[in-house]
C-alpha cells in the first residue's frame, strides 16, 4: 500500500492550489476504507484538512471548509484537493493518508511542500 | 471542535528511561485517540488507536492507556530510535480529526 502526493511547490497568493494523491494496493471503494489530507506548516502541528469515505461522502475542517473540495477517482486510485484563495499561511508540507475504518492514519504519503509567496 | 492540549512540549530523556506524554481533551473523546510518532523530514507513523490498540509492527515497548479527557503514551525503556516528535489525535465526532501541538522527545 502506498500514496503520492504530487503538486506545484509554488503557488502565488489568492490562486487556487490543485493536489494530488495517487494511490495504490487498495480501492477507495472498499468499505472502511478512505483518503485523507493533511498538512504541516514548517517547525508545526500536524492539522487535518478533509477526508473522502469508501462511500464518496466528503468531510471538512470546520475552519477551512469554505476554501476546500475533495474528489477522487476510483477508476484512477486518485484523490485530490482543492484550496481556493491561498495564503502565506497556506505554506505547508501537504500529506494525503489512509484512514482505515475508525483505527487511525495507518498509511501515509511522503508529502509535498507547497509554498505560497508572490 | 474539540482542542487537544500535550504536556510536556519537549523532554529531553536518556537512552532506557521511560517516558511518559499526556494527552489532555477539552471535552470527553471516549477512547477515541490515537498516537502518531514523526521524525524530522518524514511524514507521521501511526503507533497506537483506540487509546491502548498497538498498530502492528509497533515494538511493545510502546503503550497508551486513558479514557474521556486524558490520555498517555509511555515508551517504557527509551530507544535511540525513538528520538521524535509524538502527536495524538482525536477523532470522538467521527470524521472530524484534531491534533495536539506535538511533543518532541530529544537526548540529554
Known amino acids: 500500500v502506498t500514496l503520492r502526493e504530487s503538486g506545484p511547490a509554488l503557488v502565488k497568493p489568492t490562486q487556487t492550489l490543485t493536489l494530488t494523491c495517487a494511490f495504490s494496493g487498495f480501492s477507495l471503494g472498499t468499505r472502511e476504507l478512505s483518503v485523507s489530507w493533511v498538512r504541516q506548516p514548517p517547525g508545526k502541528a500536524l492539522e487535518w484538512l478533509a477526508l473522502?469515505?469508501?462511500?464518496?461522502?466528503?468531510f471538512y475542517n470546520t475552519s477551512l471548509k469554505t476554501r476546500l473540495t475533495i474528489s477522487g477517482d476510483i477508476s484512477k486510485n486518485q484523490v485530490v484537493l482543492t484550496m481556493t484563495d491561498v495564503d502565506p499561511v497556506d505554506t505547508a508540507t501537504y500529506y494525503c493518508?489512509?484512514?482505515?475504518?475508525?483505527?487511525?492514519?495507518?498509511?501515509w504519503g511522503q508529502g509535498t511542500m507547497v509554498t505560497v509567496s508572490s | 471542535d474539540v482542542q487537544m492540549t500535550q504536556s510536556p512540549s519537549s523532554l529531553s530523556a536518556s537512552v532506557g528511561d521511560r517516558v511518559t506524554i499526556t494527552c489532555r481533551a477539552s471535552?470527553?473523546?471516549?477512547?477515541?485517540l490515537a498516537w502518531y510518532q514523526q521524525k524530522p523530514g518524514k511524514a507521521p507513523k501511526l503507533l497506537i488507536y483506540?487509546?491502548?490498540t498497538l498498530e502492528s509492527g509497533v515494538p511493545s515497548r510502546f503503550s497508551g492507556s486513558g479514557y474521556g479527557t486524558e490520555f498517555t503514551l509511555t515508551i517504557s525503556s527509551l530507544q535511540p530510535d525513538d528520538f521524535a516528535t509524538y502527536y495524538c489525535q482525536q477523532y470522538k465526532n467521527y470524521f472530524t480529526w484534531t491534533f495536539g501541538q506535538g511533543t518532541k522527545v530529544e537526548i540529554k
Open positions: 483506540k487509546a491502548s
Open positions: 473522502l469515505d469508501w462511500d464518496d461522502d466528503k
Open positions: 493518508a489512509r484512514l482505515h475504518a475508525e483505527n487511525g492514519f495507518d498509511i
Open positions: 471535552q470527553s473523546v471516549s477512547t477515541w
